[in-house]
């Protein structure tokens, strides 16, 4: 049995900070490198789908890692597991940025394959840490998490821009930046609080909190039971919508502003930027609406800003316009992964195993989107291949149900909600 651990009220709120820490230096990561896309497509000297296949080995790292994250989780616990692999994320991303240097394209696709790894891992346990911490408060607050990465991904474009107007090469950019993240994780996991379990295994089985730097077992459950359960895998289909959406602007909106519009890369930069402020801002006032109006009304009115602002961005002509569909496309891409990792963490006691099959459902997205908008760009453009996307924010629309929260009898099942 797990030594007992007290939290104090200063100590989860630090632990609080240190989850948002973690999650804005995660997104400060990704960004720094997709916002020099432009820059690294035309280092590479790459068509637009070729450009996907080489974005694909990233994408094959998350989610050759992902369905193992659970475990990893459980054994090193979300504070060893965010160090391990956050250096990894670190390590290759700045090993890329040296490919785009050399001109070696199988150097950047190996580099993004340990970046995908690190970084798949790295975000199952921060949301993992973020859902023990919003169990514990008692109310919603991983929207406020995942604005924490929007944030990370605001600053990161806003410096990939300068960098990008004054010519700032991405072997200096990139590997400057991500080496001093790196060192903020460091700091930032120390302050991570033990995870909760819930109420009603405690009772059954006397377990307390367990430190989150140690192992956090599941006796009664194998690994991957949870990929039986029809609640989690219909989450997991939320959460894939979801990471569409918002992985097809992470890849290509800088690059359909650039080809599509003509402009400088430094304007795609802040086309980018534009959709990540806007993601942010709903992150951070969706905890509002997700307590007042519940998880499945928030997410369709997301389905249809997103519908919206893809439709607007893809077929206007004037470039101002567009950008108006842009914000409004960050906007209903914002609450979708948030919700789907609470909804998969209803019950601590399976949060772990739960939270690996839906973001290895999630994270499958990038493994189909980058290449699949690839060939369809090469043909007929960046943006009109982006309008792609409306057809799996429909279907996540469907299904937005199964994000209710769970009721006590189903939180052993992972039935879905009737």
């Known amino acids: 049995m797990a030594t007992p651990s007290r939290i104090t009220p200063a100590a989860l709120r630090r632990g609080s900070w240190a989850v948002f820490a973690v999650f804005f230096l995660n997104g400060f990561n990704f960004a720094t490198w997709a916002s020099r896309l432009p820059a690294v497509r035309d280092g590479l000297s790459l068509q637009a789908d ?20 659970g475990i990893v989780v459980q054994r090193l616990g979300a504070r060893g597991t ?7 994320n670190a390590v290759g991303l ?12 199988t150097l950047v696709a190996v580099a993004l394959a ?6 798949g891992v790295w975000d199952a346990a921060m949301n993992f840490e973020g859902a023990a911490v919003e169990q514990q408060l008692g109310r919603t607050v991983m929207p406020r998490y995942h604005a924490g990465f929007s944030f990370g991904t605001v600053v990161a474009a806003a410096l990939a821009a300068f960098a990008a107007g004054l010519d700032i090469p991405v072997v200096v950019n990139i590997p400057v930046a991500v080496g001093m993240s790196f060192l903020a994780v ?17 009772a059954r089985s006397g377990d307390l909190l367990t430190d989150p730097a140690v192992a956090t077992p599941t006796r009664t459950r194998n690994a991957f039971a949870a990929w039986t359960e029809p609640r ?5 289909l939320v959460v894939l919508a979801a990471a569409l959406t918002e992985g097809a602007a992470n890849d290509w909106v800088s690059l359909a502003v650039v080809d599509g519009f003509d402009v400088s890369h430094a304007l795609g930069a802040f086309a980018f930027g534009i959709f990540v402020t806007a993601m942010t801002a709903t992150r951070l006032l969706g905890t509002y609406a997700l307590d007042r109006f519940g998880r499945v009304a928030v997410l369709r009115a997301s389905a249809a800003f997103g519908l919206v602002g893809l439709a607007v961005f893809g077929l206007v002509g004037p470039m ?8 409004m496309w960050g906007a209903g891409a914002a609450l979708g992964f948030p ?15 739960r939270l690996a099959v839906v973001s290895t459902i999630g994270y499958s997205a990038f493994l189909a989107g980058p290449p699949l908008l690839g060939l369809l760009a090469q043909h007929i453009g960046y943006r009109h291949a982006l309008l792609a996307i409306i057809v799996p924010v429909l279907a996540g629309l469907l299904v937005v149900g199964a994000a209710a929260p769970l009721r006590p009898a189903q939180e052993e099942t992972g039935d879905a909600p009737a």
């Open 232 to 236: 989690t895998l219909l989450v997991g």
């Open 114 to 119: 340990l970046y995908g790894v690190g970084t």
């Open 50 to 69: 070729q450009m996907g296949l080489v974005l694909l080995a990233a994408s094959v790292g998350s989610l050759a890692s992902l369905p193992l994250s």
């Open 186 to 202: 460091l700091i930032a996991v120390r302050q991570f609080v033990p995870a909760p379990v819930s109420a009603a295994r405690a």
């Open 82 to 88: 965010v160090t391990v692999f956050a250096a990894a």
């Open 94 to 105: 700045a090993v890329a940025a040296l490919g785009v240097q050399l001109e070696s394209v």
């Open 339 to 353: 919700v789907g990792m609470s909804a998969a963490s209803d019950d601590p006691a399976h949060a772990a195993p």
């Open 320 to 327: 101002w316009l567009a950008l108006i569909g842009v914000a």
